[in-house]
Nanobody, 127 residues
């Protein structure tokens, strides 16, 4: 069974940086071929797409609000996906979730493209 677990959340001041990690608790045969993504959800708001990356690292998508500040990457040898977050703003505060889904989704920015989800890690940005 493949499960994903997020880590790296915490509290930072506006303008600071954090790197989130998402690691498989047990390596599965299909993990390296999964499309991976980060979503986030703030209190009282819907879960929103943040970034996604395909298995070969050849294609990425970002939501507009983070496009110039965040970078998604993956290290398949370590079974780990990262989200490098720079120039953090208070509005970035949310629980961040890692997700994994089958290859070749037509719309990898939609939550329905993913069938495995982590427990979430809290990111709090103060002003």
């Amino acid at each position: 069974q493949v499960k994903v677990v997020e880590s790296g959340g915490g509290s930072v001041e506006a303008g600071g940086s954090l790197t989130l990690s998402c690691t498989a608790s047990k390596t599965g045969a299909t993990f390296m071929r999964y499309t991976m993504a980060w979503f986030r959800q703030a209190p009282g708001k819907e879960r929103e797409f943040v970034a996604t990356i395909n298995w070969s690292r050849s294609t990425t998508y970002y939501t507009t609000s983070v496009k110039v500040r965040f970078t998604i990457s993956r290290d398949n040898a370590k079974n780990t996906v990262y989200l490098q977050m720079n120039s953090l703003k208070p509005e970035d505060s949310a629980v961040y979730y890692c997700a994994a889904g089958p290859m070749n989704s037509i719309s990898p920015w939609l939550s329905r493209a993913y069938d495995t989800w982590g427990q979430g890690t809290q990111v709090t940005v103060s002003s």
